[in-house]
């Protein structure tokens, strides 16, 4: 957390995540609002990486 706040300290901190909000941001409220994955209902970090990276790589395609 404090780091963050030290980079959007920076004029080229302020810079990039404001590139991120217009870049990046809007995939995940996609991801979010249109396929209703808020959550992932399985178990265990292998499970999740692995639909995470399904649902990116569809999305890329």
């Known amino acids: 957390m404090h ?6 300290r ?6 990039r995540y404001r590139l991120r909000q217009i870049s990046i941001e809007p995939v995940f409220c996609f991801i979010k609002e249109q396929l209703g994955l808020r959550q ?9 990486c692995s639909l995470w990276r399904f649902t990116c790589a569809v999305l890329t395609c």
């Open 3 to 8: 780091l963050m706040r030290r980079k959007l």
């Open 40 to 48: 992932f209902l399985l178990r265990g970090i292998d499970k999740v």
């Open 10 to 15: 920076t004029k080229h901190g302020r810079e």
